[in-house]
Protein backbone atom coordinates (compact mmCIF):
# COMPACT_ATOMS: atom_id res chain seq x y z
CA UNK A 1 0.00 0.00 0.00
CA UNK A 2 1.47 3.75 -0.81
CA UNK A 3 2.65 5.09 2.50
CA UNK A 4 1.97 8.71 3.31
CA UNK A 5 4.21 11.46 2.92
CA UNK A 6 3.65 13.20 5.31
CA UNK A 7 6.90 13.41 7.79
CA UNK A 8 5.07 12.68 10.93
CA UNK A 9 5.51 8.99 11.25
CA UNK A 10 9.37 8.31 13.04
CA UNK A 11 9.86 6.29 9.81
CA UNK A 12 9.67 8.85 7.53
CA UNK A 13 12.04 10.89 9.43
CA UNK A 14 14.18 8.08 9.80
CA UNK A 15 13.64 7.46 5.57
CA UNK A 16 15.81 11.42 5.39
CA UNK A 17 18.54 10.10 8.42
CA UNK A 18 22.00 8.63 8.58
CA UNK A 19 22.33 5.88 10.81
CA UNK A 20 25.88 6.29 12.68
CA UNK A 21 27.45 2.83 14.03
CA UNK A 22 31.36 4.04 15.15
CA UNK A 23 32.23 2.51 18.66
CA UNK A 24 35.49 3.92 19.44
CA UNK A 25 36.88 6.61 19.31
CA UNK A 26 35.42 10.03 18.27
CA UNK A 27 34.29 9.57 14.82
CA UNK A 28 30.18 9.24 16.17
CA UNK A 29 30.23 12.59 17.27
CA UNK A 30 32.29 14.40 14.63
CA UNK A 31 30.58 12.83 11.55
CA UNK A 32 27.08 13.54 13.27
CA UNK A 33 28.05 17.14 14.48
CA UNK A 34 29.26 17.69 10.52
CA UNK A 35 26.02 16.20 9.16
CA UNK A 36 24.18 18.35 11.40
CA UNK A 37 25.76 21.65 10.42
CA UNK A 38 24.59 20.40 6.84
CA UNK A 39 20.85 19.78 8.26
CA UNK A 40 21.34 16.25 7.85
CA UNK A 41 19.97 14.26 10.47
CA UNK A 42 21.43 11.36 12.00
CA UNK A 43 20.98 8.93 14.61
CA UNK A 44 24.07 7.49 16.29
CA UNK A 45 23.23 3.48 17.75
CA UNK A 46 26.27 1.41 19.60
CA UNK A 47 25.67 -2.10 17.71
CA UNK A 48 25.39 -4.07 14.88
CA UNK A 49 22.07 -5.34 16.07
CA UNK A 50 20.31 -1.87 17.03
CA UNK A 51 21.86 -0.95 13.37
CA UNK A 52 19.69 -3.94 11.72
CA UNK A 53 16.78 -2.50 13.55
CA UNK A 54 17.27 0.57 11.47
CA UNK A 55 17.47 -1.38 8.48
CA UNK A 56 14.16 -2.89 8.78
CA UNK A 57 12.68 0.99 9.69
CA UNK A 58 14.04 2.30 6.69
CA UNK A 59 17.27 4.19 7.36
CA UNK A 60 18.23 6.83 4.86
CA UNK A 61 21.57 5.45 5.28
CA UNK A 62 24.12 3.88 6.96
CA UNK A 63 27.71 5.23 7.80
CA UNK A 64 29.90 2.54 9.59
CA UNK A 65 33.21 2.23 10.68
CA UNK A 66 35.06 -0.94 9.20
CA UNK A 67 35.92 -2.32 12.36
CA UNK A 68 32.27 -1.86 13.56
CA UNK A 69 31.73 -4.70 10.99
CA UNK A 70 33.84 -7.08 13.08
CA UNK A 71 31.56 -6.87 16.05
CA UNK A 72 29.03 -9.18 17.51
CA UNK A 73 25.63 -8.97 15.84
CA UNK A 74 26.80 -9.34 12.10
CA UNK A 75 24.79 -12.15 11.62
CA UNK A 76 21.68 -10.17 12.38
CA UNK A 77 22.71 -7.28 9.85
CA UNK A 78 22.92 -9.86 7.16
CA UNK A 79 19.40 -10.72 8.01
CA UNK A 80 18.27 -7.28 7.77
CA UNK A 81 19.77 -6.54 4.88
CA UNK A 82 18.24 -10.19 3.73
CA UNK A 83 14.93 -9.05 4.63
CA UNK A 84 14.81 -5.60 2.67
CA UNK A 85 11.71 -5.51 0.21
CA UNK A 86 12.70 -5.88 -3.68
CA UNK A 87 13.10 -2.22 -4.01
CA UNK A 88 15.18 -1.23 -0.91
CA UNK A 89 18.78 -2.11 -0.91
CA UNK A 90 19.90 0.69 1.97
CA UNK A 91 23.18 2.63 1.04
CA UNK A 92 26.61 2.04 3.43
CA UNK A 93 29.25 4.27 3.92
CA UNK A 94 31.98 2.43 5.05
CA UNK A 95 34.93 4.57 7.23
CA UNK A 96 37.83 2.51 6.24
CA UNK A 97 41.09 1.55 7.91
CA UNK A 98 43.54 2.91 5.32
CA UNK A 99 44.33 1.14 2.03
CA UNK A 100 43.04 -1.74 0.33
CA UNK A 101 46.16 -3.67 0.24
CA UNK A 102 46.20 -3.61 4.22
CA UNK A 103 42.88 -4.99 4.19
CA UNK A 104 42.28 -9.11 4.86
CA UNK A 105 40.20 -11.20 2.76
CA UNK A 106 37.99 -11.35 5.65
CA UNK A 107 37.49 -7.60 6.11
CA UNK A 108 36.96 -6.65 2.09
CA UNK A 109 34.28 -10.10 2.13
CA UNK A 110 32.54 -8.34 4.96
CA UNK A 111 32.46 -4.76 3.29
CA UNK A 112 31.19 -6.71 -0.20
CA UNK A 113 28.53 -8.09 1.73
CA UNK A 114 26.78 -4.84 1.94
CA UNK A 115 26.00 -4.67 -1.50
CA UNK A 116 25.43 -1.36 -1.59
CA UNK A 117 28.48 0.24 -0.04
CA UNK A 118 31.40 3.14 -0.42
CA UNK A 119 34.27 3.51 1.49
CA UNK A 120 36.02 6.74 2.74
CA UNK A 121 39.39 6.75 4.48
CA UNK A 122 39.92 7.73 7.41
CA UNK A 123 41.13 10.38 8.64
CA UNK A 124 37.46 11.76 7.66
CA UNK A 125 37.59 15.08 5.32
CA UNK A 126 34.39 16.84 5.37
CA UNK A 127 33.14 18.16 2.45
CA UNK A 128 33.99 13.68 0.95
CA UNK A 129 31.63 13.02 3.71
CA UNK A 130 28.83 15.33 3.53
CA UNK A 131 28.97 14.74 -0.43
CA UNK A 132 28.92 11.17 0.27
CA UNK A 133 26.02 10.61 2.47
CA UNK A 134 24.28 13.33 0.30
CA UNK A 135 24.29 11.28 -2.79
CA UNK A 136 23.89 8.37 -0.49
CA UNK A 137 20.55 9.89 0.62
CA UNK A 138 19.51 11.02 -2.84
CA UNK A 139 19.73 7.44 -4.38
CA UNK A 140 17.81 6.42 -1.43
CA UNK A 141 15.24 8.86 -1.99
CA UNK A 142 14.88 7.59 -5.20
CA UNK A 143 14.56 3.87 -4.19
CA UNK A 144 11.65 5.16 -2.64
CA UNK A 145 10.11 6.77 -5.36
CA UNK A 146 10.62 3.70 -7.45
CA UNK A 147 9.10 2.26 -4.98
CA UNK A 148 5.72 4.15 -5.01
CA UNK A 149 5.80 3.69 -8.65
CA UNK A 150 5.60 0.26 -8.19
CA UNK A 151 2.99 0.19 -5.84
CA UNK A 152 0.87 2.02 -7.57
CA UNK A 153 1.36 0.12 -10.91
CA UNK A 154 0.64 -2.80 -8.85
CA UNK A 155 -2.32 -1.32 -7.02
CA UNK A 156 -3.65 -0.19 -10.88
CA UNK A 157 -3.10 -4.02 -11.47
CA UNK A 158 -5.06 -5.01 -9.02
CA UNK A 159 -8.02 -2.91 -9.76
CA UNK A 160 -7.81 -3.66 -13.21
CA UNK A 161 -7.88 -7.28 -12.42
CA UNK A 162 -10.73 -7.13 -9.66
CA UNK A 163 -13.06 -4.75 -12.39
CA UNK A 164 -12.37 -7.07 -15.30
CA UNK A 165 -13.35 -10.44 -12.54
CA UNK A 166 -16.55 -7.87 -11.90
CA UNK A 167 -16.91 -7.55 -15.13
CA UNK A 168 -16.71 -11.53 -16.15
CA UNK A 169 -18.96 -12.21 -13.22
CA UNK A 170 -21.75 -10.33 -14.21
CA UNK A 171 -21.26 -10.64 -18.06
CA UNK A 172 -21.54 -15.01 -17.33
CA UNK A 173 -23.90 -14.94 -14.48
CA UNK A 174 -26.69 -13.00 -16.87
CA UNK A 175 -29.29 -15.31 -18.64
CA UNK A 176 -28.62 -13.27 -21.75
CA UNK A 177 -25.37 -13.98 -24.39
CA UNK A 178 -23.47 -10.32 -24.32
CA UNK A 179 -21.15 -9.40 -27.27
CA UNK A 180 -19.31 -6.29 -28.04
CA UNK A 181 -17.45 -5.41 -31.45
CA UNK A 182 -15.34 -2.52 -32.65
CA UNK A 183 -16.77 0.76 -34.40
CA UNK A 184 -16.51 -1.44 -37.68
CA UNK A 185 -18.56 -4.51 -36.84
CA UNK A 186 -15.65 -6.63 -36.02
CA UNK A 187 -16.84 -8.95 -32.95
CA UNK A 188 -14.30 -9.60 -30.54
CA UNK A 189 -16.03 -10.62 -27.06
CA UNK A 190 -18.56 -13.41 -26.36
CA UNK A 191 -19.43 -14.06 -22.76
CA UNK A 192 -20.13 -18.14 -21.94
CA UNK A 193 -23.47 -18.00 -22.55
CA UNK A 194 -23.25 -17.22 -26.18
CA UNK A 195 -20.44 -20.11 -26.04
CA UNK A 196 -22.70 -22.42 -23.91
CA UNK A 197 -26.08 -21.83 -26.20
CA UNK A 198 -24.31 -22.19 -29.70
CA UNK A 199 -21.94 -24.92 -28.68
CA UNK A 200 -18.80 -23.64 -31.01
CA UNK A 201 -15.53 -23.25 -30.04
CA UNK A 202 -14.39 -20.33 -28.13
CA UNK A 203 -13.12 -17.50 -30.97
CA UNK A 204 -14.46 -19.23 -33.54
CA UNK A 205 -17.14 -16.35 -34.37
CA UNK A 206 -14.97 -13.57 -33.65
CA UNK A 207 -15.04 -11.36 -36.64
CA UNK A 208 -17.71 -11.95 -39.33
CA UNK A 209 -18.42 -15.46 -38.40
CA UNK A 210 -21.59 -15.00 -35.99
CA UNK A 211 -23.59 -14.80 -39.15
CA UNK A 212 -23.41 -18.37 -39.94
CA UNK A 213 -24.79 -19.04 -36.82
CA UNK A 214 -28.30 -17.63 -37.92
CA UNK A 215 -30.93 -19.46 -39.69
CA UNK A 216 -30.48 -18.95 -43.43
CA UNK A 217 -33.34 -17.85 -44.28
CA UNK A 218 -32.26 -14.49 -41.48
CA UNK A 219 -29.40 -14.35 -42.53
CA UNK A 220 -29.51 -11.51 -45.28
CA UNK A 221 -32.18 -9.58 -43.47
CA UNK A 222 -30.00 -9.38 -40.14
CA UNK A 223 -26.25 -8.62 -42.00
CA UNK A 224 -28.67 -5.74 -43.95
CA UNK A 225 -30.13 -4.61 -40.42
CA UNK A 226 -26.70 -4.55 -38.66
CA UNK A 227 -24.74 -2.69 -41.58
CA UNK A 228 -27.67 -0.13 -41.40
CA UNK A 229 -26.63 0.39 -37.28
CA UNK A 230 -23.17 0.68 -38.60
CA UNK A 231 -23.87 3.26 -40.95
CA UNK A 232 -26.07 5.45 -38.93
CA UNK A 233 -25.10 4.57 -35.59
CA UNK A 234 -28.96 3.41 -34.86
CA UNK A 235 -30.04 0.98 -32.60
CA UNK A 236 -29.86 -2.36 -33.65
CA UNK A 237 -32.89 -4.89 -32.63
CA UNK A 238 -33.96 -7.58 -34.46
CA UNK A 239 -35.41 -10.87 -34.42
CA UNK A 240 -33.63 -13.98 -35.60
CA UNK A 241 -33.49 -17.51 -35.31
CA UNK A 242 -30.13 -18.88 -34.05
CA UNK A 243 -28.41 -22.35 -34.66
CA UNK A 244 -28.94 -24.42 -30.47
CA UNK A 245 -25.87 -26.77 -30.09
CA UNK A 246 -28.67 -29.21 -30.23
CA UNK A 247 -28.79 -28.01 -33.70
CA UNK A 248 -32.21 -26.69 -34.09
CA UNK A 249 -32.44 -23.24 -34.23
CA UNK A 250 -34.55 -21.07 -31.77
CA UNK A 251 -35.77 -17.93 -31.62
CA UNK A 252 -33.49 -14.95 -30.48
CA UNK A 253 -34.25 -11.19 -29.90
CA UNK A 254 -31.09 -9.62 -30.49
CA UNK A 255 -30.09 -6.06 -29.54
CA UNK A 256 -27.45 -3.69 -29.87
CA UNK A 257 -26.57 -0.10 -29.06
CA UNK A 258 -23.04 1.96 -29.29
CA UNK A 259 -20.39 3.67 -26.92
CA UNK A 260 -19.34 7.03 -28.23
CA UNK A 261 -16.32 8.78 -27.01
CA UNK A 262 -16.29 12.82 -25.63
CA UNK A 263 -16.48 13.73 -29.75
CA UNK A 264 -19.63 11.27 -30.50
CA UNK A 265 -17.25 9.00 -32.27
CA UNK A 266 -18.49 5.38 -31.86
CA UNK A 267 -15.85 3.12 -29.74
CA UNK A 268 -17.48 -0.05 -29.24
CA UNK A 269 -20.99 -1.99 -30.43
CA UNK A 270 -22.28 -3.80 -27.09
CA UNK A 271 -25.22 -6.02 -28.02
CA UNK A 272 -27.24 -8.86 -26.33
CA UNK A 273 -28.92 -11.82 -27.53
CA UNK A 274 -32.40 -13.23 -25.76
CA UNK A 275 -33.73 -16.40 -25.96
CA UNK A 276 -37.51 -15.77 -27.09
CA UNK A 277 -38.47 -19.29 -28.46
CA UNK A 278 -40.86 -19.78 -25.64
CA UNK A 279 -42.28 -16.65 -25.87
CA UNK A 280 -42.37 -16.68 -30.08
CA UNK A 281 -44.39 -19.95 -30.23
CA UNK A 282 -46.74 -19.28 -27.92
CA UNK A 283 -47.44 -16.30 -29.76
CA UNK A 284 -47.26 -17.90 -33.19
CA UNK A 285 -50.01 -20.62 -31.73
CA UNK A 286 -51.91 -18.11 -30.71
CA UNK A 287 -52.23 -16.73 -33.84
CA UNK A 288 -53.17 -19.90 -35.15
CA UNK A 289 -55.61 -20.51 -32.57
CA UNK A 290 -57.32 -17.15 -33.63
CA UNK A 291 -57.38 -18.10 -37.04
CA UNK A 292 -59.05 -22.00 -36.32
CA UNK A 293 -61.19 -20.38 -33.88
CA UNK A 294 -62.33 -17.17 -36.77
CA UNK A 295 -62.71 -19.91 -39.17
CA UNK A 296 -64.91 -21.96 -36.92
CA UNK A 297 -67.08 -19.00 -36.00
CA UNK A 298 -67.59 -18.40 -39.45
CA UNK A 299 -68.53 -21.77 -40.43
CA UNK A 300 -70.85 -21.86 -37.15
CA UNK A 301 -72.77 -18.91 -38.28
CA UNK A 302 -72.89 -19.59 -41.67
CA UNK A 303 -74.27 -23.22 -40.63
CA UNK A 304 -76.84 -21.63 -38.52
CA UNK A 305 -77.65 -19.08 -41.35
CA UNK A 306 -78.84 -22.62 -43.66
CA UNK A 307 -80.83 -23.52 -40.36
CA UNK A 308 -82.47 -20.52 -39.81
CA UNK A 309 -83.12 -19.63 -43.35
CA UNK A 310 -84.90 -23.11 -44.25
CA UNK A 311 -87.02 -23.41 -40.96
CA UNK A 312 -88.45 -19.95 -41.54
CA UNK A 313 -89.23 -20.97 -45.08
CA UNK A 314 -90.37 -23.98 -44.40
CA UNK A 315 -92.51 -23.14 -41.12
CA UNK A 316 -96.28 -22.47 -40.92
CA UNK A 317 -95.78 -19.74 -39.33
CA UNK A 318 -93.48 -17.67 -37.23
CA UNK A 319 -94.34 -19.25 -33.93
CA UNK A 320 -93.38 -22.48 -34.85
CA UNK A 321 -90.31 -21.15 -36.46
CA UNK A 322 -89.37 -19.53 -33.34
CA UNK A 323 -89.39 -22.31 -31.40
CA UNK A 324 -87.90 -24.90 -34.10
CA UNK A 325 -84.69 -22.18 -34.25
CA UNK A 326 -84.14 -21.93 -30.81
CA UNK A 327 -84.06 -25.53 -29.84
CA UNK A 328 -81.72 -26.55 -32.99
CA UNK A 329 -79.51 -23.21 -31.71
CA UNK A 330 -79.86 -24.88 -28.22
CA UNK A 331 -78.70 -28.38 -29.74
CA UNK A 332 -75.87 -27.06 -31.77
CA UNK A 333 -74.73 -24.57 -28.68
CA UNK A 334 -74.55 -28.36 -26.54
CA UNK A 335 -72.71 -30.00 -29.00
CA UNK A 336 -70.07 -27.18 -29.56
CA UNK A 337 -69.55 -27.73 -25.38
CA UNK A 338 -68.91 -31.45 -25.81
CA UNK A 339 -66.57 -30.44 -28.62
CA UNK A 340 -64.80 -28.68 -26.65
CA UNK A 341 -64.49 -30.74 -23.97
CA UNK A 342 -62.58 -33.11 -26.37
CA UNK A 343 -60.30 -30.64 -27.56
CA UNK A 344 -62.43 -30.19 -30.77
CA UNK A 345 -60.79 -33.41 -32.29
CA UNK A 346 -62.45 -36.48 -31.89
CA UNK A 347 -64.76 -38.04 -29.55
CA UNK A 348 -66.90 -41.19 -28.88
CA UNK A 349 -69.89 -42.28 -30.58
CA UNK A 350 -71.89 -43.57 -27.33
CA UNK A 351 -71.39 -40.41 -25.74
CA UNK A 352 -72.69 -38.12 -28.73
CA UNK A 353 -75.66 -40.66 -29.31
CA UNK A 354 -76.68 -40.67 -25.45
CA UNK A 355 -76.04 -36.44 -25.22
CA UNK A 356 -77.91 -35.97 -28.00
CA UNK A 357 -80.85 -38.19 -26.89
CA UNK A 358 -81.14 -37.08 -23.68
CA UNK A 359 -83.21 -34.06 -23.48
CA UNK A 360 -85.83 -36.29 -25.26
CA UNK A 361 -85.99 -38.97 -22.77
CA UNK A 362 -89.45 -38.84 -21.19
CA UNK A 363 -90.08 -41.73 -20.32
CA UNK A 364 -87.92 -45.13 -19.01
CA UNK A 365 -87.38 -47.87 -21.54
CA UNK A 366 -88.47 -45.76 -24.93
CA UNK A 367 -84.70 -45.87 -25.93
CA UNK A 368 -82.79 -49.14 -26.88
CA UNK A 369 -79.07 -47.92 -27.50
CA UNK A 370 -76.87 -50.33 -28.81
CA UNK A 371 -73.44 -50.35 -30.48
CA UNK A 372 -69.55 -50.26 -30.41
CA UNK A 373 -68.26 -46.92 -28.84
CA UNK A 374 -66.11 -46.35 -31.84
CA UNK A 375 -64.15 -42.53 -32.26
CA UNK A 376 -65.82 -40.14 -34.27
CA UNK A 377 -64.74 -36.94 -35.74
CA UNK A 378 -65.96 -34.03 -34.72
CA UNK A 379 -68.03 -32.47 -37.49
CA UNK A 380 -69.62 -36.03 -37.85
CA UNK A 381 -70.45 -35.74 -33.74
CA UNK A 382 -72.34 -32.10 -34.77
CA UNK A 383 -74.21 -33.58 -37.81
CA UNK A 384 -75.04 -36.37 -36.21
CA UNK A 385 -76.46 -34.78 -32.78
CA UNK A 386 -78.19 -32.48 -35.53
CA UNK A 387 -79.76 -35.91 -36.93
CA UNK A 388 -80.47 -37.30 -33.55
CA UNK A 389 -82.21 -34.05 -32.47
CA UNK A 390 -84.74 -33.44 -35.92
CA UNK A 391 -85.80 -37.69 -35.69
CA UNK A 392 -86.08 -37.22 -31.45
CA UNK A 393 -88.25 -33.66 -32.54
CA UNK A 394 -90.10 -35.18 -35.28
CA UNK A 395 -90.45 -38.14 -32.94
CA UNK A 396 -91.79 -36.59 -30.16
CA UNK A 397 -93.96 -34.64 -32.33
CA UNK A 398 -95.47 -37.23 -34.45
CA UNK A 399 -94.11 -40.42 -33.87
CA UNK A 400 -93.28 -43.10 -31.00
CA UNK A 401 -92.51 -40.51 -28.50
CA UNK A 402 -95.71 -38.86 -29.24
CA UNK A 403 -99.20 -39.47 -27.13
CA UNK A 404 -99.61 -40.55 -23.80
CA UNK A 405 -98.60 -43.90 -23.65
CA UNK A 406 -95.65 -45.87 -23.19
CA UNK A 407 -95.57 -47.85 -25.89
CA UNK A 408 -93.69 -46.37 -28.22
CA UNK A 409 -90.00 -47.19 -28.84
CA UNK A 410 -87.32 -46.22 -30.69
CA UNK A 411 -83.87 -48.58 -31.16
CA UNK A 412 -80.80 -46.89 -32.07
CA UNK A 413 -78.22 -49.36 -33.52
CA UNK A 414 -74.98 -48.96 -35.07
CA UNK A 415 -72.48 -51.54 -35.95
CA UNK A 416 -69.45 -52.07 -37.96
CA UNK A 417 -69.10 -55.12 -40.62
CA UNK A 418 -67.27 -56.47 -43.23
CA UNK A 419 -68.20 -55.30 -47.07
CA UNK A 420 -67.66 -58.27 -49.59
CA UNK A 421 -64.43 -55.77 -50.75
CA UNK A 422 -62.88 -56.30 -47.22
CA UNK A 423 -63.65 -52.43 -46.67
CA UNK A 424 -64.91 -51.99 -42.94
CA UNK A 425 -68.50 -50.37 -43.41
CA UNK A 426 -70.89 -48.51 -40.65
CA UNK A 427 -74.28 -49.13 -40.09
CA UNK A 428 -76.43 -46.61 -38.26
CA UNK A 429 -80.59 -47.27 -38.03
CA UNK A 430 -83.18 -45.29 -36.35
CA UNK A 431 -86.41 -47.43 -35.89
CA UNK A 432 -89.59 -46.64 -34.59
CA UNK A 433 -92.25 -48.51 -33.26
CA UNK A 434 -95.61 -48.61 -30.96
CA UNK A 435 -96.15 -45.29 -32.48
CA UNK A 436 -99.68 -44.14 -34.07
CA UNK A 437 -99.49 -44.86 -37.91
CA UNK A 438 -96.84 -43.16 -40.09
CA UNK A 439 -97.93 -40.95 -43.14
CA UNK A 440 -95.55 -39.04 -45.15
CA UNK A 441 -94.59 -35.97 -45.03
CA UNK A 442 -96.26 -33.62 -47.93
CA UNK A 443 -93.04 -31.59 -48.45
CA UNK A 444 -89.56 -31.79 -46.75
CA UNK A 445 -88.52 -29.92 -43.85
CA UNK A 446 -84.98 -28.93 -42.60
CA UNK A 447 -84.65 -31.64 -40.89
CA UNK A 448 -85.34 -34.54 -43.28
CA UNK A 449 -83.12 -32.82 -45.98
CA UNK A 450 -80.95 -32.35 -43.47
CA UNK A 451 -80.37 -36.29 -42.74
CA UNK A 452 -80.55 -37.10 -45.61
CA UNK A 453 -78.40 -34.56 -47.92
CA UNK A 454 -76.35 -33.21 -45.48
CA UNK A 455 -75.69 -36.16 -42.91
CA UNK A 456 -74.93 -38.29 -45.42
CA UNK A 457 -72.39 -36.04 -47.10
CA UNK A 458 -70.49 -35.54 -43.36
CA UNK A 459 -69.96 -39.45 -43.54
CA UNK A 460 -69.46 -39.57 -47.10
CA UNK A 461 -71.73 -41.98 -47.33
CA UNK A 462 -75.35 -42.66 -48.15
CA UNK A 463 -78.69 -42.05 -45.84
CA UNK A 464 -82.37 -43.00 -46.19
CA UNK A 465 -85.33 -42.06 -44.24
CA UNK A 466 -88.47 -44.82 -44.83
CA UNK A 467 -91.84 -43.90 -44.03
CA UNK A 468 -93.07 -46.87 -42.99
CA UNK A 469 -96.86 -46.91 -41.69
CA UNK A 470 -95.66 -48.78 -38.09
CA UNK A 471 -92.89 -46.31 -37.96
CA UNK A 472 -90.54 -44.27 -39.23
CA UNK A 473 -86.86 -45.69 -39.62
CA UNK A 474 -83.96 -44.47 -41.02
CA UNK A 475 -80.63 -45.87 -42.30
CA UNK A 476 -76.68 -44.37 -42.35
CA UNK A 477 -74.48 -46.02 -44.25
CA UNK A 478 -70.90 -45.32 -44.35
CA UNK A 479 -67.37 -46.45 -44.88
CA UNK A 480 -65.83 -46.85 -41.16
CA UNK A 481 -62.68 -44.07 -42.06
CA UNK A 482 -65.74 -41.71 -43.01
CA UNK A 483 -66.10 -40.81 -39.53
CA UNK A 484 -62.99 -39.70 -38.79
CA UNK A 485 -62.38 -37.76 -42.19
CA UNK B 1 -88.22 -23.82 -62.80
CA UNK B 2 -87.25 -22.27 -66.20
CA UNK B 3 -83.80 -22.82 -66.82
CA UNK B 4 -83.37 -21.93 -70.35
CA UNK B 5 -82.31 -18.43 -70.37
CA UNK B 6 -79.82 -18.65 -67.03
CA UNK B 7 -76.51 -20.72 -67.22
CA UNK B 8 -76.47 -23.64 -64.68
CA UNK B 9 -74.14 -22.55 -61.37
CA UNK B 10 -71.71 -25.42 -60.03
CA UNK B 11 -71.49 -24.82 -56.11
CA UNK B 12 -68.00 -26.17 -54.55
CA UNK B 13 -68.11 -26.56 -50.58
CA UNK B 14 -66.98 -29.10 -48.23
CA UNK B 15 -69.46 -28.14 -45.39
CA UNK B 16 -72.49 -30.21 -46.66
CA UNK B 17 -74.88 -28.36 -44.55
CA UNK B 18 -74.13 -24.91 -45.98
CA UNK B 19 -74.05 -26.35 -49.46
CA UNK B 20 -76.86 -27.99 -48.76
CA UNK B 21 -78.28 -24.06 -47.67
CA UNK B 22 -76.10 -22.64 -50.99
CA UNK B 23 -77.85 -25.14 -53.17
CA UNK B 24 -81.33 -24.05 -51.98
CA UNK B 25 -80.12 -20.75 -52.24
CA UNK B 26 -78.74 -20.29 -56.15
CA UNK B 27 -81.75 -22.91 -56.78
CA UNK B 28 -84.88 -20.03 -55.28
CA UNK B 29 -82.82 -17.56 -57.41
CA UNK B 30 -83.46 -19.19 -60.54
CA UNK B 31 -80.28 -21.09 -61.43
CA UNK B 32 -79.91 -25.02 -62.15
CA UNK B 33 -77.48 -26.25 -59.79
CA UNK B 34 -74.65 -28.86 -59.35
CA UNK B 35 -73.05 -29.58 -56.53
CA UNK B 36 -69.78 -30.82 -55.24
CA UNK B 37 -67.59 -31.32 -52.33
CA UNK B 38 -64.15 -30.76 -53.37
CA UNK B 39 -61.77 -29.38 -56.00
CA UNK B 40 -61.10 -32.82 -58.04
CA UNK B 41 -64.76 -33.21 -57.56
CA UNK B 42 -65.81 -29.84 -58.72
CA UNK B 43 -63.48 -30.41 -61.94
CA UNK B 44 -65.03 -34.09 -63.18
CA UNK B 45 -68.24 -32.20 -62.85
CA UNK B 46 -67.20 -29.07 -65.47
CA UNK B 47 -65.99 -31.72 -67.46
CA UNK B 48 -69.00 -33.69 -68.14
CA UNK B 49 -71.81 -30.83 -68.12
CA UNK B 50 -71.22 -28.29 -70.58
CA UNK B 51 -74.18 -25.81 -69.56
CA UNK B 52 -72.10 -24.80 -66.50
CA UNK B 53 -71.70 -21.20 -66.92
CA UNK B 54 -70.83 -19.84 -63.16
CA UNK B 55 -68.59 -21.46 -60.75
CA UNK B 56 -69.42 -20.62 -57.41
CA UNK B 57 -66.74 -21.61 -54.61
CA UNK B 58 -65.74 -21.52 -50.60
CA UNK B 59 -61.89 -21.44 -50.37
CA UNK B 60 -61.16 -22.77 -47.61
CA UNK B 61 -61.27 -26.39 -48.43
CA UNK B 62 -59.59 -30.13 -47.62
CA UNK B 63 -57.61 -31.40 -50.46
CA UNK B 64 -54.80 -31.08 -52.75
CA UNK B 65 -56.48 -27.78 -54.52
CA UNK B 66 -58.71 -25.11 -52.44
CA UNK B 67 -60.90 -22.55 -53.54
CA UNK B 68 -58.47 -20.43 -55.16
CA UNK B 69 -56.22 -22.91 -57.01
CA UNK B 70 -59.61 -24.32 -58.71
CA UNK B 71 -60.91 -20.79 -59.89
CA UNK B 72 -57.11 -20.33 -61.59
CA UNK B 73 -57.84 -23.74 -63.19
CA UNK B 74 -60.94 -23.09 -64.46
CA UNK B 75 -60.03 -19.64 -65.40
CA UNK B 76 -57.35 -21.02 -67.72
CA UNK B 77 -59.49 -23.73 -68.97
CA UNK B 78 -63.09 -22.56 -69.36
CA UNK B 79 -62.20 -18.75 -69.83
CA UNK B 80 -66.02 -17.76 -70.39
CA UNK B 81 -66.95 -19.24 -67.04
CA UNK B 82 -67.90 -16.80 -64.44
CA UNK B 83 -66.04 -17.21 -60.72
CA UNK B 84 -67.56 -16.12 -57.55
CA UNK B 85 -65.33 -17.02 -54.54
CA UNK B 86 -66.89 -17.59 -51.01
CA UNK B 87 -65.24 -16.90 -47.97
CA UNK B 88 -65.50 -16.13 -44.05
CA UNK B 89 -61.76 -14.50 -44.43
CA UNK B 90 -62.40 -11.38 -45.51
CA UNK B 91 -58.06 -10.23 -46.00
CA UNK B 92 -57.64 -11.80 -49.57
CA UNK B 93 -54.49 -11.51 -51.48
CA UNK B 94 -56.16 -9.69 -54.63
CA UNK B 95 -52.58 -11.86 -56.08
CA UNK B 96 -54.64 -14.98 -55.31
CA UNK B 97 -58.36 -14.10 -56.67
CA UNK B 98 -58.20 -14.83 -60.49
CA UNK B 99 -58.76 -11.62 -62.65
CA UNK B 100 -63.04 -10.67 -62.78
CA UNK B 101 -64.14 -13.23 -59.94
CA UNK B 102 -66.43 -11.45 -57.55
CA UNK B 103 -65.76 -11.94 -53.81
CA UNK B 104 -68.80 -13.21 -51.64
CA UNK B 105 -68.82 -12.96 -47.99
CA UNK B 106 -69.31 -15.74 -45.77
CA UNK B 107 -72.39 -16.38 -43.80
CA UNK B 108 -74.50 -15.68 -46.86
CA UNK B 109 -76.80 -12.97 -47.80
CA UNK B 110 -79.47 -14.15 -49.64
CA UNK B 111 -80.68 -11.13 -51.41
CA UNK B 112 -76.86 -9.94 -52.27
CA UNK B 113 -75.91 -13.25 -53.73
CA UNK B 114 -78.96 -13.73 -55.98
CA UNK B 115 -78.41 -9.80 -56.81
CA UNK B 116 -74.94 -10.96 -57.75
CA UNK B 117 -75.79 -14.21 -59.35
CA UNK B 118 -77.77 -11.98 -61.99
CA UNK B 119 -75.48 -9.68 -62.81
CA UNK B 120 -73.04 -12.29 -63.52
CA UNK B 121 -75.24 -13.99 -65.57
CA UNK B 122 -74.76 -10.72 -68.19
CA UNK B 123 -71.02 -11.41 -68.53
CA UNK B 124 -71.37 -15.51 -68.77
CA UNK B 125 -70.33 -16.31 -72.62
CA UNK B 126 -69.08 -12.45 -73.10
Known amino acids: ?21 APRGRDAAVAGQLLDQHDIASTSVASLGELAGLIGRQIGA ?16 QEALAAQPP ?35 RPLHAEELVRSVRSALK ?24 SEAKFHAIANSVDQMIWSTLPDGFHDYYNDRWYEFTGVPEGSTDGEGWNGMFHPDDQEKAWARWRHSLETGEHYEIEYRLRHRTGQYRWVLGRAQPVRDEAGRITRWYGTCTDIHEIKVAEEQRQLM ?12 A ?25 RIGMMAQAHDRLIKAAWAQTRILEVIEAALAPHRTGEGRFAIEGPDVPIGSKQALALTMALHELSTNATKYGALSGDGDDGKIAVQWKVAQASDGAEVFHLSWTESGGPLVTPPSRKGFGSRMIEQALAGYFNGSAELNYAPQGLSFMLQAPLAGLTI | MDYQNLPAVLI ?53 MNGLKLAAYVRTTWPPVVIMIASGVIELDEADVPSGAAFVPKPYATNHVTKMLHEATGQVGA
Open chain 2, 12 to 64: VEDEPLIRMGAVDMIEEAGFKTYEAGSADEAIEVMQTHSDIGILFTDIDMPGT
Open chain 1, 303 to 327: MVNVMVSQTLRQSENLKDAQVAIQS
Open chain 1, 62 to 77: ILVTEEALAGVGVDTL
Open chain 1, 87 to 121: WSDVPFIVLANGTSSSRSNHAAARIDQLSNAVLLS
Open chain 1, 139 to 162: ARRRQHEARKHLEQLELRERQLFE
Open chain 1, 1 to 21: MASSSEPETPDDALLVSVGIL
Open chain 1, 290 to 301: LGEMNHRVKNTL
